[in-house]
């Protein structure tokens, strides 16, 4: 994964964004970090004196989502990244409001430790509050899956829209294994960990370099892997297998919940959130259902539908001819015979099936009206699918802040995918606030505006992720 490495880190970008904005900005700035800010998802390093036990899938795939799993990678994260966490520090002393949406790579967050572990980082508690925008507020924030920014801007990652990874249930985020809680990870994001992070070349950030066609992924593996990884089909099936059998277990497995705490939870969410408590019960509701509902789905998104037919192709090819020489004996060659006689129906099918991933929009004309009525939003903002966008979607402008994370066409990095892009929102001499699409080039120095008002009512403010 070379894409991974120190020298693609974004982390100076963000830091000259931020100061970029500052210095353009006529009102104290909100920096809304549209969640897979951090992939808990890609940390694969193990703790040399870990606090619980670590199975045998954990230690060729990463580390589960429990606590302590959790706030391991969180420390690796902070370790690795020193600028950024230092530049987002310098943001929030000077008087700056950052708010970390969770995304589906982040889920991690939902737990209240490592929260307290990035604010630590961000705002010691020697100085939390102290340059806070509102009085009593918090200058860093964490919201479950959406924020309303000043009443006109509905702020969500957008996974929450996909049925490959949504969260079952943003309010209730924990479930238990064999007696021990842990975060709930979607399917899409398990089908990172246990398949891509053993597969190496495959770039999660960049959707081109894993939704592939069976003559191009027979390209790419004779291009790149034949020599350094022959196994690869096995190290696929293995974990295409693992994620489909974690996938239902985790997704049927029922939420830890509290009656006593319930109402006290939405609380929290509508308070961090900007909402009423009403609106965090009808949001959650405007949630799509989870793919996981349907394991054909899934299992055809992981090729495992082709694969497992593949094989019972073969395996009914070879009783055909066994069974004709029990009447009369026949060289192993006449296998070839069924083998193209059930082939060509085979082909037919496996070309019939395309991958969902990203193919229906995840804000419809339906969605975009009952986010309207629910919130009075003007502007959504989503991130997610990775795609830059502005356009009017029914009653709102509809933004993609598109993505930061480093993606290249090929393993050797040579062709960068995409740009670094976020949602500016700017008050005008009026108070009114103007939503727009920019650009930040790599290793640039000032913004530029793609598309949408320029000149963002009571506060700047910056939406990214």
Known sequence: MAHKRREYFVDGDVGRLIAHVEENATAPVELVLNGDIFDFDAVTELPTEPAGEINWLARVRGLASEEWMSLFKIDCIIRDHPAFFDD????????????????????????????ARIRDRIAPRSTSGEH?????DDPVVFCEWFYLSAEDTYISHGHQYDPNCVAKSAIHPLIQIAGRPRVRIPFGDLAGRYMMNGMGYF???????????????????????????????????????????????????????????????????????????????????????????????????????????????????????????????????WVLVPLGVLL???????RSVNPTVFKQPLLTQERAELIHKITGARHVVFGHTH????????????????????????????????????????PDADGWRHAALYEWPVGGSEARLIEGEAPGERRDSLATG
């Open 88 to 115: 987002l520090a310098g943001f929030v002393r000077r008087g700056g409001r950052a708010i970390f949406i969770i995304g589906n790579h982040d889920l991690e967050l939902h737990w209240p430790s490592v929260q």
């Open 132 to 136: 806070s925008l509102d009085p009593g």
């Open 203 to 333: 770039n999660p950030h960049a959707t081109e370099s894993y939704i592939k066609t069976a003559w191009a992924y027979a390209r790419f593996f004779f291009r790149y892997m034949v020599r350094t990884q022959p196994l690869l089909l096995w190290t696929w099936f293995w974990g295409a297998l693992v994620t489909l059998f974690v996938s239902l277990r985790d997704h049927w497995s029922s939420a830890m919940r509290d009656p006593l705490t319930v109402e006290a939870k939405v609380r929290a969410i509508a308070r961090r959130s900007r909402v009423t408590r009403a609106m965090v019960r009808q949001l959650h509701e405007v949630s799509v259902s989870s793919a996981c509902n349907n394991p054909i789905r899934i299992m055809r998104e992981l090729w495992l539908d082709r694969g497992l037919l593949f094989l019972g192709v073969l395996y009914a090819a070879w009783q055909i001819i066994l069974l004709i020489n029990f009447a009369a004996p026949i060289s192993p060659l």
């Open 344 to 350: 060509p129906p085979y082909f037919v099918y496996a």
């Open 387 to 426: 795609a830059p966008e502005c356009s009017q979607v029914g009653p709102v402008t509809y933004f993609n802040g598109g993505f930061w994370s480093p993606a290249f066409t090929e393993p050797d990095c040579r062709e960068r995918v995409g740009t670094q892009t976020f949602v500016w929102i700017r």
